[in-house]
């Protein structure tokens, strides 16, 4: 049986870092249970180690549009610089974890394009539209999910083609 | 004349980024300035006119990596205020709660930020392939902590469960949580053995130290301000002792101590000043592996924190082995107007608040003083004293160098920092 997580990434304080953790409460809103994590990678590590599938979401700076949604599922293009608010990198808690022969059976990424990471900001505009879009777009992807009794955990998991 | 630029896209391995400009003419260092970007004062404005019960929530989200330390500081200033003491069973609880943040932060520093230094990896990552045993014990001990967290503050990261007065809701049962920290004993103590046999550099600096002193414990939790000149004085006193400045390169400030800069907070300072009140077996550990009964060298505050794992999971068994479940989970906490201090020992050092509530029961100022703003100026006087003599060596090994002096303080700049970049220049 497939055992499916969903994380969302971030910290509120911090603009746009936010919008991971966003999605995870209006996914939670929606019946889908989702985590957030304030940025902990062995937390991250902890909280995917064993699962057939992982969905995360962050927040990315990459020069593209504000508010541009963009789903991962091949990781060799994340980049390793250290310019996250967390404690560590996303890409450092991948890089890490299939070092530890602790990633998930599959990792999907999703990534939303931050205009503001200032301490105190809230969500941009555009970030906060993205939100609403990728959690039903998650949400629509996972429609056949139940959670399990056992574990509370998500499954079995749907797959869809990334989203355009 | 020569002149040479030196760019390292981002100092890597310090939580938050910031900037390294070093300027050196005729073989000495002519200007030497830890660039901080952002300020911390934004938050201190976000907090003016909230409730008097929701500072603890906001600033511990200043720093994904202590926010219990903004937590318990928060409280014991805004608790001072409105007259309330925090004992017996709850205050237990507060410090099991600050014990686990120490074994998450101090876990996570050494395994995968500091001990890549010693071992010659760019990062834990790389270390992790031919260390996995090492990694795999770190990310446990990490776990104790987090789990630790987690059963008393409700999450693990971020905790929610903190209120004025207390908690919320208080645990009913820690039991399963002393099973690990058991586990994590055990650990720590490796780790100390494992930590005090690197290759430490030969240098030793004459700190200033600034710690709390508690008279019944190694202070984490409260205390007054002790110095290693011999000052000492109550938390309520901070603001005369100790001065931030703006200074030209940096939109943090740089705090003076009684008038003089470069004063050393963090574990360090707080061996130098507490050791005698370690835990049994941390001040074993500390004796087997060499610390002696004061360490200046910047480059062992590794196994400083190590001996702090040791202590923290002892003392939280001790803890934990007395611990019934208190008749509430939080004392009553009313508004009163006034003007109150609060400090802790975060992982990084001592962490001040100061607050003043209005008569409505809003909050009109906030001052939060974090150890890495403290110890800005005096890790630049450390990579003053570590480059000077050592300027003659390529620029690759002074870059590596400087990088290692500033993680040696573990610096938090995400706290009073953003964005870390290396620029030196050779006149």
Redesign the interface.
């Known amino acids: 049986m497939t055992e499916t997580v969903v994380i969302g990434l971030g ?3 911090r603009g746009d870092d936010g919008a991971g953790l966003a999605v995870a409460r209006l996914l939670r809103d929606m019946g889908v249970p989702a985590i957030e ?7 991250l ?2 909280a995917w180690t064993g699962a057939d599938v992982a969905i995360v979401i962050d927040a990315a700076r990459s020069g593209e549009p504000a508010g541009t949604v963009r789903c991962h599922n091949d990781l060799s293009h994340l980049s390793g ?3 996250s ?4 990198s996303l890409a ?1 808690a991948v ?2 974890a299939r ?2 022969d602790r990633l998930p059976g599959k990792l999907t990424i999703y990534t939303v394009e931050g205009a503001t990471f ?3 900001a809230t969500l941009s505009e555009p970030v906060a539209e993205a939100v609403t879009s990728m959690a039903h777009t998650i949400k629509r992807d996972t429609g056949l999910w139940e959670t399990s009794a056992d574990t509370g955990k998500l499954l079995p998991y749907q797959h869809v083609d990334d989203p355009p | 004349m020569t002149h040479k630029t030196i760019r390292v ?2 100092l ?2 310090v ?3 910031g900037a390294l400009l070093v300027r050196a003419h005729d073989g000495r260092i002519t200007d030497l300035q830890l660039r901080i970007y ?1 300020p ?1 004062r ?2 201190e ?2 907090l003016r006119g909230r409730a008097f019960t929701e500072p603890p929530d ?1 600033t511990a ?2 720093c ?2 202590c ?1 219990v330390a903004y937590q318990m500081s928060a409280c014991q200033a805004l608790e001072s205020i409105c007259g309330v003491t925090v004992e017996g069973t709850l205050r237990d609880l507060r410090l099991l709660l600050y014990y686990g943040e120490w074994i ?1 932060s101090h876990a ?1 520093h050494i395994y ?1 930020l500091h001990a890549p230094d010693f071992l010659g990896y760019p ?3 790389a270390m ?2 031919d260390h ?1 045993p090492l ?2 014990r770190g ?1 446990a001990l ?2 104790a902590g ?1 789990e630790l967290v987690a059963a008393i503050g409700g999450r ?3 905790p929610i469960n903190v209120r004025l007065g207390g908690f919320y809701r208080a645990p009913v049962d820690l039991t399963p949580i002393a099973e690990r920290l058991r586990h994590a004993l055990d650990a720590a103590l490796a780790t100390v053995e494992w930590v005090s046999g690197f290759d430490f550099p030969d240098v030793e600096h004459d700190y200033r130290f600034l710690a709390l002193q508690h008279p019944a414990e190694y202070a984490i939790l409260s205390g007054d301000v002790a110095v290693s000149d011999g000052t000492f004085f109550p938390v309520t006193e901070w603001p005369y002792h100790v001065v931030e400045e703006q200074v030209p390169h940096s939109t943090a400030l740089h705090a003076r101590l009684d008038g003089l800069p470069g004063y050393l907070t963090g574990p360090l300072a707080r061996y130098a000043l507490n050791a005698p009140q370690l835990s049994p077996l941390a001040l074993r550990a500390a004796a087997d592996a060499g610390l002696g009964r004061v360490c200046r060298n910047p480059f062992r505050s590794i196994v400083v924190r190590a001996v702090e794992i040791v202590h923290a999971c002892e003392e939280a068994l001790r803890l934990i082995d007395r611990y019934t479940p208190p008749d509430q989970p939080a004392l009553p906490v009313t508004a009163r107007p006034g003007v109150g201090h609060g400090a802790s020992e975060a992982p990084r050092g001592a962490l001040y608040h100061r607050y003043r509530i209005d008569d409505v029961g809003l909050i009109a100022e906030a001052d939060i003083v974090p150890p890495t703003a403290q110890n800005q100026a005096r890790i630049e006087a450390d990579l003053h004293a570590l480059l000077q003599p050592r300027l003659d060596l390529p620029v690759p090994e002074l870059t590596e160098l400087c990088e290692r002096a500033i993680r040696n303080h573990d610096p938090c700049i ?1 706290c009073s920092a953003h ?1 870390l970049d290396l620029h030196l220049h050779h006149d």
């Open positions: 910290n509120d304080y994590n304030g940025g902990d990678p062995a937390e590590i902890e610089d250290s310019s608010t967390h404690a560590l450092d890089a890490l070092t530890l200032a301490l105190g | 896209g981002g890597t391995r939580e938050g980024e952002e911390p934004f938050f404005a976000l906001i989200r200043i994904g990596i926010p998450e996570l995968l990062g834990g990552v992790a392939a996995r990694v795999e990310l990490k776990k987090n693990a990261i971020h995400s964005f």
